[in-house]
């Protein structure tokens, strides 16, 4: 907020006004990147006969990222190999099918801070945790505890307790979470240590997030990872909210495992490929095995004896799909032009930009505003060490005709019922114009509905 209002000040600009967006939009280093995108319009994006060709306000990026412009190259070139080639596209072209998600490994180990043999492209998010669990969840009549935070994505709770059952563990006797304090809507750090600690030899694997998908909450990854061995668990992290959109330093914290997917901040496309990673000086391998994790020199021998491949490209199953390496190759080319400090360093301001916004126009109980209508509070820490692009709004008014308003004013964004939207600007495409005009089409929405 002090960076704003200085830029303000030394501009003799009003901090609410467009102007002002529209300056902060001419010195951003990163404004060029907005132009590897495609941009959804008001009238395709309600589905209905609207005839407005304006740009949508997309908000959406912790749910699907846009289309790099880029996509349509990687797949068309693939899609053109494939008809000229067929089978022989396997082994020739630009990204020939029996190696292409090699081609995405450089691009990933330097999102989530890790070495190439320590990440590949494969499969789904939860696949690849099942894939994880079984190998690193091994329960003894001791340690057999796995902990989670209280809110956990459903399909990781899911798996978890699929797993447990597989063991012939329950839910009740086998998974703690982390809750939170009484009022508060995220966890905190020294409740997250504390649990650990007290679960002590007991605990066999801590899984958390990178960042929590309904508050936005960036945890501290290296204390969970410190305090957990020091019990002598391991440590999952599922990273869908995390990867491209804070920095990661998987190899450094000492992370055991951890798997994600690269349609929302990653910008691959709905449904596109997962990732894993294992840290190279782990003793786990993987317990289920297929033959795309043979080596591949001699894979095609056909032989019965498994020969892993080095590193985490051991735990690959079946051949990956060319269309889904060649979207996910085209988003990490974009991320290539700029790093993940800079987009960090834009991010922290661009949604600081949101926040003073929000505060500034619409009331909560914990700060003063000028707006009699619409009600709302902020789930998502103010810290910005604890938090990445999304800022989720809890909303006291039926957020379903909140959402629906919105949306005849061209803006996308996530609704989560029973009261929160999700708004997240997302530093690689989204402007501070975008967050201005957000603002006033909230606006709109009060002085309609509510005043």
Request: charged residues 20%; hydrophobic residues 40%.
């Amino acid at each position: 907020e002090a960076i704003l209002k200085n830029l303000a000040e030394a501009n003799k600009m009003e901090i609410t006004g467009k102007e002002f967006a529209e300056y902060l939009d001419r010195i951003d280093e990163l404004t060029k990147l907005r132009d590897e995108f495609v941009y959804p319009k008001v009238k395709e994006s309600q589905g209905n006969d609207v005839e407005d060709e304006n740009i949508a306000i997309y908000m959406c990026g912790s749910c699907l990222g846009l289309k790099p412009k880029l996509a349509d190259v990687y797949v068309n070139q693939q899609l053109e190999e494939w008809g000229r080639k067929g089978v022989v596209g396997h082994t020739q072209g630009p990204m020939p099918w029996i190696v292409c998600d090699e081609f995405c490994r450089e691009g990933l180990a330097n999102l989530v801070g890790a070495n190439i043999n320590e990440v590949v492209a494969m499969n789904a998010l939860t696949v690849n945790f099942h894939l994880a669990l079984s190998a690193f969840y091994k329960p003894t009549k001791t340690r057999y505890i796995i902990l989670m935070e209280e809110h956990a994505f459903p399909s990781n709770h899911f798996a978890v307790e699929s797993q447990l059952k597989l063991h012939g563990l329950s839910v009740k006797d086998a998974l703690v979470v982390v809750t939170s304090r009484p009022g508060e809507y995220y966890l905190n750090d020294d409740d997250i240590e504390g649990k650990i600690n007290q679960l002590g030899d007991s605990l066999a694997l801590v899984c958390f997030p990178g960042v929590q998908f309904y508050t936005g909450q960036l945890f501290d990854c290296s204390r969970i990872v410190a305090a957990s061995h020091r019990v002598g668990a391991y440590v999952g992290l599922d990273l869908a909210h995390a990867i491209g959109n804070v920095p990661l330093h998987l190899h450094d914290w000492g992370v055991d495992f951890a798997v994600w997917c690269s349609y929302k901040y990653l910008n691959a496309g709905a449904g596109g490929i997962g990732g894993l990673f294992v840290h190279e000086d782990s003793k786990v391998g993987p317990a289920l095995w297929g033959w795309w994790g043979h080596r591949g020199d001699t894979r095609f021998q056909m032989g019965h004896d498994m020969e892993p491949e080095g590193g985490v490209a051991a735990w690959r199953l079946s051949n990956p799909s060319m269309l889904l390496t060649a979207t996910l190759c085209a988003a990490l080319e974009v991320f290539m032009k700029t790093s993940m400090e800079k987009l960090r360093k834009k991010s922290i301001l661009l949604t600081g930009y949101l926040e003073f916004l929000v505060r500034r126009y619409f009331k909560s109980e914990s700060s003063r505003a000028i707006s009699p209508g619409i009600s709302l509070e902020i789930i998502t820490p103010s810290e910005v060490h604890r938090r990445g692009a999304q800022m989720s709004l809890m909303f006291s008014q039926e957020i379903d005709v909140i959402h629906e308003a919105l949306a005849q004013l061209g803006v996308i964004c996530d609704k989560r019922n029973p009261r929160v939207l999700r708004i997240t600007p997302v530093p690689l495409y989204n402007s501070y114009c975008d967050v201005y005009l957000f603002i006033q089409a909230l606006r709109k929405v009060e002085h309609d509905l509510y005043s």
